[in-house]
């Protein structure tokens, strides 16, 4: 128990941290308001029980680096539990109790202390020596990433060593004063104390003044650098802990990982189409480098980093966090950034590097999500700057006036079903099935063979099935995610219109982004359907057993998950029963399901260079397949069997990539 001088003191410095601190926080609050929308109040309890479930069960956190997300998790629960600690501790300072009591609760409560603050310290020293003794790799930057000058000269490495010695400090001397109070009990051993009970051993040999006085001063010190640190605790990045929370409660609502949010073009206010400043963002969006712990998963995961390109997901929002910290009062007030975030978050050359495959998304540890900063970026650079990679304009034209990004004749859209009996919707239409067939398999050569194989295969199950024809159109999938979000909301509408006529039971696409952007982005412009992959029919058919195949295992098999197929709309494990039940199996990549790695077509890459790096993304991926040993590839997308395809041949190993659809037709009993 403190004395009377010491209790006011306290009391005076925690009224000061408070008054300071409040401020602090009330920047920061103001500073994430600045965002263009607002967290909204729908479905409140739900998503703040979601988001409290996200933040104490670390789930994002576990789904790379195993040993560093253990030593995480005793820090970030150290952490949560040291809110009552400190609580307590204040408590037995002013009051002479021991908090909780002596019972079964005080008891399991000092237990469960004892062992989270030894874990806390072992796993604040395994990542102070992490990043400055062993320096890990991972915890760096490509030289070509676009970096602020205040990280370039070591901001990070600052804060982190601030933020692990404050840790340290805390932790390390509050678990001493425990120490010194068992000794100051008579140097017994409390079982419900093991690791300061064993320190305590150390002190066996001090008088019991001594002992008292070391107490007192470790209670201080434990409790001053909390002090200490609070003003500047919304500065550090040791603020992600709490603000993690918060950007899983405030993530808007969507129908998948990767669904855009809508521009309202008929809205004559809006002025500003994308994002081109700090304050354009969305709330959320602003909240996320606060967020952001820095550890460079998503960059690990990233197709455009791990070849070699500018971009790095981690340096985006370390540079938008650091410049907002020189920026916190400015912006606060209300202020313009003063920059453009294409003058100190990212280069131009990494924003066009994204595939959009959403890998930063699904990695992320407290909820962030780069991705949607990136295309909500592009939107600006098109629809108000007018500057983006010029190949982009073929595809644009192509969409526009001939309703795909070959830029080939409407009329030429049914070709590839010459001589097949590919029944339209005005001779079927009632069908069970409508089969939006996709640009890819109506104009790609390679890819007419998935459409052919997949005709074979409704046909053999007597599937009552039509296709739109010529009254079919590109879903714009490309343009959105080019940032042409105009000309998507236009094809968007033309489409939803001939659906809507149609009145579709159910649709099938063999393209993931058709799938994605039917399924989980119309329904934003009014246009509700419910559609399924076609590998997903197809498993559906076997299962029914209106589909039979004669499983004939040639040569090894190994499966590319799809970024739309799978991490954007949770497709797994239909394309994998499908190949159980045709070649009888298949090898897993390293990178799969919701870790698999991009080809390299998304996010309009398809249509445009690839920007320049120390690797293609499809042969990244293609050497990755090939080293299974695999004498086939089964992929369930036509971008995907491009890519894979052109990858295998310019490595001249013959590897096959073929669709799941024509691996099933050739076996179709």
């Keep these: 128990m403190l004395t009377t001088i010491e209790k006011i003191l306290f009391a005076v410095l925690m009224l000061a941290t408070i008054y300071n601190g409040y401020w602090a926080f009330r920047r920061v609050v103001d500073v994430i308001r600045r965002g ?6 729908d479905h409140i309890l739900r998503r703040t029980w979601n988001a409290a479930v996200e933040w104490i069960s670390l789930r994002p956190t576990w789904k790379a680096r195993p040993t560093a997300s253990l030593f995480h998790a005793l820090i970030a629960w150290g952490f949560m539990l040291y809110f009552l600690v400190n609580f307590g501790d204040i408590v037995e300072g002013y009051l002479p109790i021991t908090f909780l009591g002596e019972g079964i609760i005080g008891n399991v409560y000092r237990l469960l202390v004892d062992f989270i603050s030894v874990g806390v310290l072992v796993g604040m020293t395994f990542f102070l020596v992490r990043r400055f003794i062993t320096r890990d790799p991972a915890l760096s930057y490509n030289e070509n990433v676009k970096l602020l000058d205040s990280v370039k000269a070591g901001a990070i490495k600052r804060d982190s060593l601030i933020v692990g010695l404050f840790i340290l400090a805390h932790i390390g001397f509050r678990f001493l004063g425990a120490s010194f109070t068992v000794a100051s009990e008579g140097g017994g ?32 010190i434990a409790l001053g650098v909390i002090l200490a640190f609070i003003p500047y605790f919304p500065r550090s990045k040791h603020f992600h802990l709490i603000m993690a929370g918060f950007n899983f409660l ?81 912006l606060a007030n209300g202020q313009a950034s003063p920059d453009a975030l294409l003058d100190y978050a990212i280069s131009e050359s990494a924003v066009w590097a994204c595939t959009a495959c959403g890998a930063c998304i699904e990695v992320c540890p407290v909820g962030n999500e780069p991705m949607f900063d990136i295309l909500y970026m592009r939107r600006n650079q098109v629809l108000m700057e007018s500057e983006f990679p010029e190949e982009l304009q073929a595809a644009f034209t192509g969409m526009e006036r001939t309703g795909n990004p070959w830029k080939m004749s409407g009329a030429d859209r049914m070709k590839w079903a010459d001589g097949l009996d590919i029944p339209t919707i005005e001779e079927n239409p009632d069908p069970d099935i ?33 296709v739109l024809g010529e009254a079919e159109s590109c879903t714009g999938d490309a343009a959105r995610r080019a940032g042409n979000e105009y000309l998507f909301y236009e094809m968007a509408k033309q489409n939803i ?46 299962q029914q057993g209106r589909l039979q195949v004669d499983a004939s295992p040639n040569g090894v098999v190994t499966y590319h998950d799809p970024c739309y197929l799978g991490r954007h709309n949770g497709i797994f494990d ?17 990178r799969s399901r919701n870790m698999s790695f991009c080809c390299g077509a998304g996010g309009a890459q398809m249509w445009k260079e690839e920007e320049h790096g120390t690797e293609a993304v499809n042969m990244n991926r293609y050497s990755e397949a090939a080293a299974t040993g695999a004498d086939t590839i ?13 990858a295998s041949k310019q490595a001249g190993e013959g590897v096959e990539v073929r669709d799941i659809a024509e691996l099933v037709a050739e076996r179709i009993s």
């Design 36 to 41: 263009q929308s607002d967290v909204g109040d």
């Design 189 to 220: 051993y409390d079982i419900f104390q093991p690791w300061a009970s064993t320190v305590a051993l150390l002190w066996a040999g001090l008088s019991s003044p001594t002992v008292e006085i070391l107490r007192h001063a470790a209670w201080w």
């Design 250 to 330: 405030m993530q808007p609502k969507r129908t998948s990982l990767g669904t855009l949010q809508p521009i309202d073009f008929e809205d004559e206010s809006v002025e500003q189409f994308g994002v081109a400043r700090l304050e354009d963002l969305s709330w959320s969006q602003i909240l996320d480098p606060y967020a952001c712990i820095m550890c460079n998963r998503c960059q690990d995961v990233c197709p455009a980093y791990t070849t070699g390109k500018e971009l790095s997901p981690s340096a985006l929002e370390v540079n938008k966090r650091y410049y907002i910290n020189a920026n916190t009062q400015a």
């Design 434 to 466: 409508l089969w939006w067939v996709g640009c890819a398999p109506a104009y790609d050569i390679r890819a007419q063979s998935t459409a052919i194989a997949f005709a074979k295969v409704l046909k053999a199950a007597k599937v009552n099935f039509a």
């Design 497 to 542: 219109e001939t659906l809507n006529e149609v009145n579709p039971k159910r649709i099938v696409a063999t393209c993931p982004h058709c799938l994605h952007t039917l399924g989980k982005e119309y329904y934003q412009f009014g246009g509700e359907y419910d559609v399924v992959h076609h590998t997903e029919l197809i498993a559906e058919l076997m």
């Design 574 to 590: 239909a394309p994998r029963d499908v190949l159980k039940d045709t070649v009888g199996g298949i090898i897993e990549l390293q």
């Design 634 to 646: 089964a992929v369930g997308c036509p971008f995907c069997l491009t890519m894979l395809t052109d």
